[in-house]
């Protein structure tokens, strides 16, 4: 097992806090809390982050969600446990997580715009965003499930 290079949440609590306060916005933001985990443990997946998908399965289970859509989220296209707004935030997820590969291309952007508001594009967007950078950090620094 490798070891954590160093703990992040200590090293530079100014960074931390300015993450902390991007959460803020998302927790209030009006997305909901369940559709906000399925975005987070989706971009974990592709990201292959273990600490974070760890964290956001438990915080998923805790918030109520079904064990067969935890246990089939990364093939979610192929089952039909997800609602059209969940499919089009997962697509958008896996498209902006992926960027440099499809560049979010128009049929995911037709897909989201019908499901979300401006406000809620943004605001999922910044979700997206967000998780991601919490992987980059998990997974540069090593940062192992407890």
């Not at 959460?23 to 975005?39: D, F, T």
């Not at 446990?81 to 958008?92: C, G, I, K, S, V």
């Not at 605001?123 to 620094?141: E, P, Y």
């Amino acid at each position: 097992m490798e070891q954590q290079r160093l703990e992040f949440f200590t090293a530079s609590p100014a960074a931390i806090k300015t993450m902390q306060g991007v959460e803020a916005h998302i927790a209030k933001c009006g997305l909901e809390k369940p559709l906000a985990e399925l975005v987070r443990l989706r971009a974990s997946q592709i990201n292959g982050c273990a600490f974070c998908m760890d964290m956001h399965v438990t915080d998923a289970r805790k918030g109520g969600e079904n064990e067969r859509r935890l246990a089939t989220l990364s093939a979610w296209r192929e089952t039909p446990f997800f609602t059209d707004r969940e499919r089009a935030a997962l697509a958008w997820t896996e498209s902006l997580t992926l960027v440099a590969v499809d560049r979010v291309p128009d049929v995911v952007w037709e897909a989201v715009k019908p499901h979300f508001t401006d406000a809620e594009i943004v605001d999922l967007t910044l979700l997206v965003t967000s998780i991601n950078a919490w992987n980059r950090f998990a997974i540069a620094f090593r940062k192992m499930p407890v």
